[in-house]
Each structure stands twice: as C-alpha cells, then as structure tokens.
C-alpha cells in the first residue's frame, strides 16, 4: 500500500455482545460515526437499546448533558450486512473466542472492503497472524484488545503482528487518543501482556487452593498487598463458566488438577456473581462478596481426593508465589521483545488488572525490592517447587549488572 497514514472517520464493529457494545460507545464517545453488525437482528436492537440506556444514565448522573447523549447515539447505525459496512475505514470484530469463526469474518470482509480499510481483532488471546492470514492485506490488520467493560476502562492493548505496518499501527494509537484511552503496543504471542502474565498468577493461586489455602485467604492476601480484588473475586465477576466453557469447546485442559475447583463450582451452576454463587455467595441484587462455607468444605474435598496433603498457607507464601510468577513472566514477555519495555508492562496491570497504583506495577515493585533478592527467591522457590520458578535470564543478568529492569 503506497499511503503512508489513514484517516479514521467511519468504523464498522462485528458483534453485538457485551465487548461489542462496549466497544461502539468508545468509538462514537470519540466522535467517530460507527456501524454495528451481528448476524441475531434482535440481538442488534437489544444492544442499540442498552446504548441508548447507558447514555441516558449518564445524563441522569450528569455525566454527560442531553446533547452530548443525542450527538452520540447519532453516530451509531444498525447496518444490515458487511455489504453495507464496504466503505468504513475501520472494521473491528468482537465475536466470541473462536480462531476458524474469526478468520471466516476476517477473509469475508477482506474481500468487500476498499483496499485502505484497516482490519482489527478484540481477542484477547488468539493469535493475530493466524487472523491476517486470511485475509490479503496482513500489512492492515491488528488486535485491538479492549478490556471489560470497554467503555470504562482505561487499557487498550495494540497488538501487531509480524506484519502490521508501522502506519497501521500509528492509525491505532491515534485511535486509542482520541478514545482518551492508555494504549499499549504488544507483540503477537498467546495472551499477549496482560493474560500471559494473568496465566501463571492465576495458576499458582489455584494451587494453593489444593494445597491448603481457601478461595477468601488468597483473595485477602492479594487484596491486603492493594489488589482492587483478588483472583477468585475477579473470576466472579468475569463468569468462572467462561473458561470452563472455552476448556470444554478446546476439547482439552479439563483434566489439569487445578481446575477441578473451578469444574466442581460450574458443574453446581455456580458460574459466578451473575448467578449468585460462585467463589463467594451473593446476596439477590448484591455485588457484595460473601464468604460461604460450602465453597471451603468443596476445596477441601477436592485436594483430598487428589491426594494432597494441606498444610497451613499464609500471606507471605501467597503474596510470594503469586507477585513472583506476575514478574518471572513479565521478565520473559521483555526478553522476547513482546512488550517495548518494563514501564508498558506496569501499565497494562495498573490500568487493566487493578495492580495498586501506590507499588508502580509489577516491574517496578519487582525493581524496588533489587533483581538480586527476586532471582534468589525464584531459585529458593525452584528448588522447593520445580521448574516452572527457574528465573528467566533477563532477570539473572540484570541482576548481574546491578540494574532494574527501568534501566534495560
């Protein structure tokens, strides 16, 4: 493509989900005129109408003045089909999860829409190369990975693929601006930033689970360093079935020790706050986190029938294992070039997974306690643990040096 930079005035969204509608009230708060398509009409009207809801809200807290509402509902449109959708100067498709049904949007589009149209993906953890290659403009196509709920949160994670064009990518950080958004560039990996590094953290609170420590301890430990919550409230208010769900769609990963809690609770119909049950019990109407017994008594029962021995974990241990695996993986995300550098890192956990403000982020709290003490934890608990703890060499060599991972 010989143009150097692209306008971005009109824009399509795929899907009418809950990403999706999200994602519209970003562009169209932005001043950007935006088409919505979703294969359910009725879907459509209902998601034009929860629009429409949230901006009447906003008036009635007086966010926004009536004006305001009416100018951005203006910019929203149902569009019948892609055909309709040929001509916008970005398309950015929010669908569920899915590698084949995504590259089946993707190669369509590609065929209708004029040869400058920029092509974005809000997964938030496929791989983005597989998706431009099916279209014939790879050099235009990207993940926009908002995070939930789209409107509200301030994190964009631009992910290029190997090859994204350094314009498409300025035309996405131009986009992120205008949407007052913190937008952080990621390389294409599984998870990219934030849910690689979510993956390992997410993993050793579950062992924990098994090992002796129950769903509220760790919750507190996390929640005591700063956390806006921790990894079991957080799956609460996410849906504890979506992975489940994903786990059984894959065809693999449901037999893994650590996620026969999560099985148990899902195949009880406790999916999480939206069901009342989950982790925790919720009063009706309540967002109120309750400690519920029942939940102690099934982990219990869960690691004994795999044969674990508890023992008593406390929040040292916790706190530990859990802020160790969020810097051990962040440390390899930079030596694989994945993120540009620490402080794009500390972003994306202070604006997307409620890190607390107060410690920086994970590589700058990881900086203040010395690379040297971090490696020797890593090693102690590689030797206690196993493997999977061995230090990444970033760390081992800054440490070396006497230098923080600030000043790579």
């Known amino acids: 493509m010989s143009q150097t930079s692209f306008d971005i005035q009109q824009a399509a ?54 004006a305001e509402a009416d100018a951005r509902m203006a910019r929203v449109s149902a569009a019948a089909d892609y055909s309709a959708i040929r001509n916008v100067d970005l398309v950015i498709e929010a669908v569920y999860e899915n590698l084949e049904l995504k590259q089946k949007i993707f190669r369509e ?12 993906s809000n997964t938030s953890a496929l791989d983005i190369d597989a998706i431009a290659a099916a279209t014939r403009r790879p050099t235009q196509v990207l993940g926009l990975h908002f995070f939930s709920p789209a409107h509200i949160m301030k994190l964009l994670e631009i992910v290029r693929g190997a090859q994204t064009s350094p314009a498409a990518l300025e035309a996405a950080l131009a986009l992120g601006k205008r949407m007052s ?76 020790p650590e996620v026969q809690v999560d099985n148990r609770l899902c195949e009880m119909g406790r999916f999480g706050q939206k069901s009342g049950n989950g982790y925790y019990h919720y009063e009706p109407g309540s967002r109120q986190a309750e400690h519920d017994p029942e939940v102690d008594a099934l982990v219990l029962r869960v690691s004994e029938e795999l044969g674990f021995q508890r023992r008593e974990i406390g929040p040292d241990e916790i706190l530990e294992r859990c802020l160790l695996a969020l810097v051990n993986e962040g440390a390899k995300i930079l030596q694989e070039g994945i993120a540009g550098s620490a402080h794009d890192i500390d972003l994306v956990y202070l604006n997307g997974y409620g890190f607390p403000a107060d410690k920086g982020g994970p590589m700058a709290w990881a900086d203040r306690q010395g690379l040297a003490a971090i490696h020797q934890r890593l090693l102690a608990l590689e030797t206690r643990q196993g493997d999977q703890w061995q230090p990444a060499r970033l760390i081992g060599d800054l440490a070396a040096q006497g230098k923080g991972f600030a000043e790579r």
């Open 181 to 256: 958004k913190v937008s952080v560039v990621s390389g294409n990996c599984h998870g990219f930033i934030g849910n690689r590094m979510l993956h390992p953290y997410v993993l050793e609170a579950r062992k924990m689970l098994l090992e002796g420590a129950y769903p509220h301890q760790v919750d507190a430990a996390l929640q005591g360093f700063g956390f806006a919550m921790g990894p079991f409230r957080m799956y609460d208010v996410v849906g504890i079935d979506l992975e489940w769900r994903a786990r059984d769609l894959a065809g693999k990963g449901q037999d893994a």
């Open 13 to 66: 969204v795929i899907g009418a989900g809950t990403m999706g509608r999200g994602i519209v009230m970003c562009l169209a708060n932005a001043g950007v005129a935006v088409q919505w398509v979703d294969n359910n009409p009725q879907m459509l009207d209902q998601a034009l109408d929860s629009v429409a809801e949230t901006y009447a809200h906003n008036v009635r807290q007086g966010r926004i003045d009536q």
């Open 109 to 120: 589009l590609d065929g209708l829409l004029k040869p400058e149209a920029l092509l974005a």
